[in-house]
Every structure is written in structure tokens, then in C-alpha cells.
């Protein structure tokens, strides 16, 4: 696992999107597997500049999001896929075909996340997956559990994380008590891995990522089990010695 600290939120941001330019310049029909969250918000912003001074182009790339809030309407300006669409689809040049995220509407969220994995599979698994971190370890919506599931799947959300979220939900609006989430498994397909994080509230969880050993009560530990990690961080959220 590499770790690379940088001075503050703008270069991380920065050196997230070096990343992911790097990946659709050497493979431009890459998969991209791509994460929601305050925290990939500064390097979707320097992506869609990138693409606007016409130094990317995203025609030949598919996405994957690795989760969706359950249940919600996708136009609900709450929901994943507004938040997509705000701050990165809307503003290149992505074909709607190829964009994936679970269907927060499904009547049958087994199914939707049962297609869900099938397409991931049928695009030939993710190049490039950016994560996030949950003050609690969980990545995408894989909860902290004395067990965690493999494939896409609904998950109910914990008080933690219903906490770190109600900051979206500051309007009224009820936040959903479920989601639909890639499994862990599904996250270990992807070739490389990118996780981000900023800002000191998350320095505690990044050193159990780093230093507590491997468990379950915090997913994203699992990830030195993967060959290709690299995770960016500012200095604020750097794990302790
Ligand atoms: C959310 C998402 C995760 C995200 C995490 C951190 O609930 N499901 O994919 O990585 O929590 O969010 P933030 O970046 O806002 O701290």
C-alpha cells in the first residue's frame, strides 16, 4: 500500500486527478470505478476543467459508482446519481450509455443489485476504483459488521454513518435508512485502487486502516490485502507514527 501525504485539500485533489488523467490517456476506454462523498468532490472539479480546456476525453469510458442510497428517486437532488451528475457527468463528455449506478427506485433491490454486478462483469471489472472513507472504516457502503458481503448487495446504514451524512440532509429531507453498495468483492476486482481522504476527523481512521490489522469492523482495513492501493491524504488526515 502506498501512502502520499500532500499539504492540504487542493493537492490532493490534484494528485487524484493526475491519476485518474494518467489512466484514461494510457487506456482511454478505461473502467472507472468512481466514489460519492465530500471528499472526491475537489478532483471531479479538476477533471472537469481538464475536459473543458479539451485535454481529456471521457467518450470512450464506462463508470461504475459504487453505491446509492435506498430507496430514493434519481433525480431526488439527494441522491447519488444528482450528485454525479452535478459535479462530473453533466460536465463531460461521458456517453449516458455507459454511466452505471444502482437504481435507487428498484422495486426488487436484489435483482438491481444482482444486474448491478452482472454489468460490472460484462465491462470486464474496474481499472481505476477512487473510494472514500466512512469515519467508521466502512468504504462504499460496506458497514463495519462481524462479517462483510461480497457482491453488490442492500445494506442498512449505521448511526454512524446516518450521523456523517445527515450534513447532505440539512434541508428537511429524510435520508434514506438503506443503500445499495458494491460488495467488497466486487471492490477487490478493481486493478488499482485510489482512496482518498481529508481532513483531520478522518486521521483516526486512516491509522487503524494502516495500523490496526486487518478486521472486519473496519472495511476498509481489508485493503492491504490488495496488490494495487495507493491511498492520497492531506496532511491533516495523515495516520499517526
Ligand atoms: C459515504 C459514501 C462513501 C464515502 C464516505 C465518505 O457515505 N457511501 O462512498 O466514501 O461516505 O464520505 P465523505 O467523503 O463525505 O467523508
Redesign the pocket.
Known amino acids: 500500500m502506498k501512502i502520499l501525504v500532500l499539504e492540504d485539500y487542493e493537492q490532493m485533489s490534484l494528485a487524484a486527478a493526475d491519476l485518474i488523467t494518467a489512466q484514461v490517456k494510457e487506456k482511454p476506454d478505461s473502467v472507472l470505478g468512481l466514489?460519492?462523498?465530500?471528499?472526491p468532490v475537489g478532483t471531479y472539479k479538476v477533471l472537469v476543467e481538464r475536459y473543458q480546456r479539451g485535454e481529456l476525453d471521457f467518450s470512450k469510458i464506462t463508470t461504475f459508482n459504487?453505491?446509492e442510497y435506498y430507496p430514493i428517486k434519481p433525480d431526488d437532488t439527494h441522491s447519488y446519481r444528482y450528485f454525479m451528475n452535478d459535479n462530473l457527468f453533466n460536465h463531460i463528455n461521458v456517453p449516458e450509455s455507459r454511466i452505471h449506478i444502482p437504481n435507487g427506485e428498484a422495486e426488487d433491490a436484489e435483482l438491481e443489485c444482482a444486474n448491478y454486478e452482472k454489468m460490472l462483469d460484462e465491462a470486464g471489472g474496474i481499472d481505476l476504483q477512487i473510494?472514500?472513507?466512512?469515519l467508521n472504516g466502512?468504504?462504499?457502503?460496506n458497514e463495519p459488521d462481524e462479517t462483510l458481503v461480497p457482491c453488490t448487495h442492500k445494506t442498512p446504514l449505521t448511526e454512524s454513518?446516518l450521523e456523517?451524512?445527515a450534513r447532505f440532509f440539512t434541508d428537511g429531507a429524510t435520508m434514506p435508512d438503506s443503500a445499495l453498495t458494491m460488495g467488497m468483492a466486487s471492490i477487490f476486482r478493481a486493478k488499482k485502487i485510489l482512496l482518498l481522504a481529508n481532513g483531520a476527523g478522518k486521521r483516526e481512521i486512516l491509522t487503524k486502516l494502516v495500523r490496526g490489522g486487518i478486521t472486519t469492523s473496519v472495511p476498509a482495513s481489508l485493503l492491504l490485502l490488495h496488490p494495487d492501493v495507493t491511498i492520497i491524504c492531506d496532511k491533516d488526515a495523515a495516520p499517526k507514527d
Do not use: M, P, S
Request: aromatic share 6%; net charge negative; hydrophobic share 45%.
Open positions: 466514489a460519492t462523498g465530500g471528499t459504487l453505491d473510494l472514500g472513507i466512512g466502512h468504504i462504499a457502503f454513518t456523517a451524512n
